[in-house]
């Protein structure tokens, strides 16, 4: 079984920062690609950065320059580093990954999600 859990969400002002991170646990043989998606009220759930295992990273265009996604493989940890926020980017935080459990068992695991609120 595997899990995802997700930190480090909270209530920042318009121009703050916040550190999201997203940890994958259990039985795990192999991480792939790791990314982070987030859903806004009433809204569909939207990709926000990706990045895989080996490569570039790549960002909605409503983030770049903004955002920043990074991973330690070490510790089977995502994160995305969150500059000049805007009130827009108020939404529930989901982080997704690419994981195998074994050499012919991969599957996507979603995690339980982290509220950013971005008001004044």
């Known amino acids: 079984q595997v899990q995802l859990v997700e930190s480090g969400g909270g209530l920042v002002q318009p121009g703050g920062s916040l550190r999201l991170s997203c940890a994958a646990s259990g039985s795990i043989f192999r991480v792939y690609g790791m990314a982070w998606y987030r859903q806004a009220p009433g809204k569909d759930r939207e990709l926000v950065a990706v990045i895989p295992s080996g490569g570039s990273t790549n960002y909605a265009d409503s983030v770049k320059g903004r955002f920043s996604i990074s991973r330690d493989g070490t510790k089977n940890t995502v994160y995305l580093r969150m500059n000049s926020l805007k009130p827009d980017d108020t939404a529930v935080y989901y982080c997704?990954?690419?994981?195998?459990?074994?050499?012919?068992?991969?599957?996507?695991?979603w995690g339980q999600g982290t509220q950013v609120t971005v008001s004044s």
């Open positions: 997704n990954a690419d994981i195998a459990t074994s050499p012919d068992d991969e599957a996507l695991y």
